[in-house]
């Protein structure tokens, strides 16, 4: 008896051992196919939210004591706007989101990229007829969900999560001076 233990136990501790060892290799081979895939849907996203840029460089710089990555657009010489990706709590988990805000502190653009919230009501958010309602807001909106932000039905905190990723991109805009 006690020796059958001993064997199913040993058994199942190399079936273990395999199947993390698989697993670890498939996330090696995979990672840079991963990484190459999100980058082309940032770059999509960029074109997106500031359609205005011809063409965008990745920058980063200290704001605040944290190191703030984002993308400078430009056009025909010029700088058009910038592009900085958020992330905010919602209701389901992370918020992933691009803010496009122009060279005068107004938003073009803001894309979802990741949202786990609840199907029918929270994953509105990625919807182009809610986000819409961000555009032209600057650093001085107040952006409050059933105030200054029309919310969605049953997903307050999904609407509040968008709009403080928004203001937090608008602020860090500021911070930049660019």
């Known amino acids: 008896m006690v020796k059958d233990i001993i064997k199913f136990g040993l058994f199942l501790t190399i079936v273990s051992v395999i199947a993390a060892g698989s697993l670890s290799i498939t996330y090696i081979l995979c990672s840079p196919k991963i990484a190459v895939e999100k980058e082309k849907e940032m770059e999509a996203s960029l074109a ?28 025909n010489g010029g700088k058009v706007g910038v ?4 992330s905010k709590a919602g209701y389901g988990g992370l918020i992933e989101m691009v803010v496009a805000i122009d060279m005068t502190g107004k938003v073009t653009g803001v894309k979802v990229l990741r949202l786990n919230e609840t199907p029918g009501l929270g994953l509105k958010a990625a919807e182009e007829k809610f986000l819409s309602q961000f555009r032209g807001r600057s650093a001085e909106s107040r952006l409050k ?8 039905t049953g997903a307050t905190i999904t609407t509040q999560a968008v709009a403080d990723g928004v203001k937090e991109a608008l602020q860090t805009f500021r911070k930049l001076k660019l």
Do not use: H, M, T
């Open 145 to 152: 969900a059933k105030y200054d932000v029309q919310a969605l």
């Open 83 to 86: 592009v900085l990706a958020v």
């Open 48 to 75: 997106k939210v500031l359609p205005a840029a011809a063409s965008f460089e990745k920058a980063k710089r200290l704001v605040d004591g944290k190191e703030v990555n984002y993308y400078i657009g430009s056009s």
